[in-house]
């Protein structure tokens, strides 16, 4: 066989191969094989839930970009910031996550649960008598009537009591995420 006839043999395989491709591209597809349009009719989901949604999920990284997209529509409010802190502590950013739930903790629309997760922050970094006091203002500001609060006012009342006998080592706690923006903090086992 020549170098002519191995080259036209190729091109006749290669054309019936791409006979059997669907003629239509890549929006022909009506099997759902791709990913569908974005329908610029509709109103956009809100950033902020947005945010929450990818935090539920464990998508710490893209909560951080939703809820910067929705400070720049709707501002840094406090359930921004909270927002912003709770998927910085997703991440162990907790120095990050410090500041913000401080300024979150600032505004006047601050609800218990920021300051909940400004506890949990302080917890973390080993500064229970400070935790102790934010996990009591949230539990005043919540009327006791939140389990969640009470308990992680329950172990930093504990740790600050035991703190005395505790070893640095023994300091090994595991948040567990209760609701869109709370968290408990429990004993590592």
């Keep these: 066989m020549n170098s002519a006839t191995k080259a036209a043999l190729v091109a006749a395989v290669l054309a019936s ?6 003629s239509g591209g890549l929006s ?3 099997d759902g094989v791709y990913a569908p349009g974005v329908d610029t009719r509709k109103q956009a989901v ?9 935090i539920a999920a464990g998508e710490f ?3 951080i970009k939703a809820f910067t997209r929705a400070a720049l529509e709707n501002g840094m409010d406090a359930e921004v910031l909270s927002g912003l802190g709770t998927a910085n502590l997703g991440l162990g950013r907790l120095g990050q996550a410090e500041n913000l739930l401080r300024r979150a903790v600032a505004e006047p629309d601050a609800w218990p649960e920021i300051y909940n997760n400004l506890g949990v922050v302080l917890m973390e970094r080993g500064k229970t008598a400070e935790a102790e006091q934010i996990f009591r203002k ?3 500001l919540d009327d006791g009537e939140s389990t969640l ?3 992680n006012l329950r172990l930093a009342l504990a740790k600050s009591e ?3 006998t505790v070893e640095p080592e023994n300091n090994n ?5 209760r609701g869109s923006s709370d968290y408990l903090i429990r004993p590592a086992s």
């Design 173 to 177: 706690y595991k948040l567990v995420r």
């Design 17 to 22: 191969g791409l006979a059997a491709c669907s």
């Design 46 to 54: 809100d950033g902020v839930e947005v945010g929450h949604r990818l």
């Design 162 to 164: 035991n703190s005395v």
């Design 28 to 30: 022909a597809s009506s």
């Design 61 to 63: 990284e893209l909560a």
């Design 149 to 151: 609060i009470r308990d």
């Design 138 to 140: 949230a539990y005043a």
